[in-house]
């Protein structure tokens, strides 16, 4: 209904009522005016018969299809009376024609009144639309607000329901925290609950058990007073035995005394002075070697060598040769097959008398290339199995040193190595940069080399360091004989000192492990200058060594010491005082026969050799 009436002028969009009618009525409906709701100005035109009461009857009705209907019925009783300002004049009965005159004009007039009518209920009609008009803008601005409001409580609801819905899941996820909280103390409760009846059955246990107790602990009390009195008797077993124990160590001291007397015993029995012999394996850079060397005795103490066959000149010396058999006996014999380890078992009780008290002195001797540093030091890369004697023997010392620890035994270790090349003193444990110049000195009946390092030695582990050190110092040259050979005597020097903090006995020892330069002859060498040289100092020393060895023997008055640097450095531990033993070092070569048949006379010539009797040195 709303919308009919707008599309008749009426813009409630905009708030706004306009409502014009002018072609047939006059009626003007301002808005303004109807917002303040002041009566409706009508303008009704005076030309009107209508009377002001009849207007206002018509203005009482409420709807436009009563409106029509009252006019309807204005209308009736109009065509069947006639109107009353018209009065017809008397005609007579034949004038028709003046009848039929006054009828129209009745009619006419009648017409026109009607048309008054009509008009006027026009105007009703359009007042009231106008009336519908402002009503209905009023009741459009209404439900605009009302929408609005609506609108409004609609957010503000919804708000509210979504605060609503956070409020109840936040209150609904408490809900549920409380009951699994509520759950777990009931659990817990039951728990509880339970501890409390084991623990009530316990306690009732722990009543009837206290009674047990309290008689076990008087039948203990008993036990204990039995005991005490026993423990009385028992401290004075322990006291006893006390005694015993002190007494037995007494003689544990004696009995270590004893074994070392019997173990000096065993090795003068050994002789002060003793070779052993060792054959180098053949190495792939030796080729193909006839085999020369046999040993004839399972006690390992000889060897036969064989002249070969490419030192005869003709076939017909293959007779000659089957006879030119040359046989050595020795303290040991190693054959090819021997091992570093088999090596230092049988020279270990000589590094023990070091740590006994005596001067000990070990050599490797034999021609270039016959394994005397591989005997003494190992191989360029040493394995546990293949290291030599230097580092087992250390090793063994310091084993050893504190194994007599417990015995009330000190012991302190001092290194030193040292290397005599062309006659002159290097010390292999200085800076080579900062050569010094060395002297052999003998002071108070002890043998010293001036300017020469002497390192403290605490571990096994610390002279690793020091042999690698002597090693990249040590003098290497080469010679025909030898791509890398040795061209000086290496002497490495343990200076061992104990002191017995239960007896007050001290002892001091030394050892000596030497690598002496390759002794093969001149002719042998092929030598020249420099290396002429070297090969005749060496051959000087080695010589002087075997003189003194031999004057020993000889117990001659004068023994030659000074007549090399290595003789008057080793003369305290080659004499009376001290244990030497010599490895003779032999190639297997066949083209070696000559320099190892001179090594094994000179080893023989040593070995016939017995040097007096060792003793302790007691410092
Ligand atoms: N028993 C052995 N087992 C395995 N290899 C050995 C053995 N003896 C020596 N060799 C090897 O033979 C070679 C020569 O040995 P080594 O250098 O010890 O001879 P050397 O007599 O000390 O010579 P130099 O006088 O030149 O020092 C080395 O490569 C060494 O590793």
Not at 53 to 82: D, E, H, Q
Request: charged share 30%; hydrophobic share 30%.
């Amino acid at each position: 209904m709303f919308r009919t009436r707008a599309t008749k002028g009426v813009n409630l969009e905009k708030n706004h009522c306009f409502y014009s009618r002018t072609a047939s009525t006059n009626v003007t409906v301002s808005q303004s005016s109807l917002s303040k709701k002041r009566p409706l100005s009508t303008t009704v035109p005076s030309t009107s018969q209508a009377s002001s009461s009849r207007s206002k009857s018509l203005f009482s009705v409420g709807t436009r299809s009563s409106t029509n209907a009252k006019t309807a019925a204005a209308k009736k009783p109009a065509t069947s009376s006639a109107p009353k300002g018209a009065t017809a004049p008397k005609r007579a009965a034949w004038d028709t024609k003046g009848k039929l005159e006054d009828l129209t004009k009745q009619f006419e007039s009648f017409r026109k009144e009607m048309l008054n009518k009509e008009n006027m209920a026009q105007q009703v009609v359009e007042q009231k639309d106008q009336a519908i008009v402002k009503i209905e803008c009023e009741m459009s601005e209404q439900l605009q607000s009302a929408n609005k409001e609506c609108e409004k409580l609609k957010n503000e609801l919804q708000q509210k329901n979504t605060e609503f819905e956070v409020e109840r899941e936040s209150f609904v996820k408490k809900l549920k925290e409380l009951k699994d909280e509520n759950a777990a103390l009931q659990d817990k409760l039951e728990l509880v609950n339970q501890q409390l009846r084991t623990e009530q059955k316990m306690s009732a246990k722990l009543r009837l058990d206290e009674k047990d107790l309290k008689l076990d602990l008087e039948a203990r009390d008993n036990t204990i007073q039995q005991n005490l009195s026993k423990i009385a008797g028992l401290d004075t077993r322990v006291k006893e035995c006390e005694g015993v124990i002190e007494e037995l160590k007494r003689d544990k001291l004696e009995h270590e005394y004893e074994r070392r007397k019997l173990h000096n015993t065993i090795q003068e029995l050994k002789g002060n002075i003793r070779v052993f012999c060792r054959v180098r394996p053949c190495l792939p850079s030796d080729g193909e070697q006839e085999n020369i060397y046999s040993y004839p005795d399972i006690d390992q103490k000889k060897i036969s060598l064989t002249k070969p066959l490419s030192f005869n000149e003709t076939a017909i010396n293959e007779t000659l040769r089957k006879t030119e058999k040359f046989d050595f006996s020795f303290d040991k014999v190693f054959d090819q097959s021997s091992g570093q380890s088999d090596i230092f078992e049988e020279i270990s009780q000589l590094v023990q008398s070091a740590l006994d008290g005596y001067n000990v002195c070990i050599f490797a001797y034999g021609q270039t290339g016959s394994g005397k540093t591989y005997t003494m030091q190992g191989p360029d890369m040493p394995t546990d199995s293949s290291q030599g004697v230097i580092p087992r023997s250390i090793a063994q010392i310091f084993q050893s040193a504190s194994q007599l620890e417990h015995m009330g035994w000190k012991y302190t270790i001092e290194a030193s190595f040292l290397e005599i090349y062309n006659e002159k003193i290097f010390d292999l444990l200085g800076n080579p940069g900062k050569p010094e110049k060395h002297e052999i000195q003998t002071a108070s009946g002890d043998v010293v080399v001036t300017n020469l390092t002497i390192v403290n030695v605490g571990h096994p582990a610390q002279v690793k360091g020091l042999m690698e050190t002597a090693v990249k110092n040590r003098h290497v040259a080469e010679t025909m004989l030898n791509a890398k050979s040795s061209r000086s005597h290496s002497v490495f020097t343990l200076k061992i000192k104990g002191v017995n903090s239960t007896t007050s006995e001290t002892c001091a020892g030394k050892l000596h492990l030497v690598d002496l330069a390759g002794s093969e002859r001149l002719k042998e060498s092929k030598a020249e200058g420099e290396r002429l040289k070297e090969t005749c100092c060496i051959n000087t020393s080695l010589s002087a060594l075997g003189n003194v060895i031999m004057s020993l023997a000889a117990k001659k008055s004068h023994v030659p010491f000074r007549d090399s640097k290595l003789t008057y450095l080793l003369q305290n531990s080659l004499g009376g005082n001290s244990k030497t033993l010599m490895f003779i070092n032999v190639s297997p070569r066949e083209e070696h026969f000559s320099e190892s048949i001179n090594s094994l006379r000179f080893a023989t010539k040593v070995n016939n050799c017995s040097i007096g009797t060792a003793k302790k040195v007691i410092k």
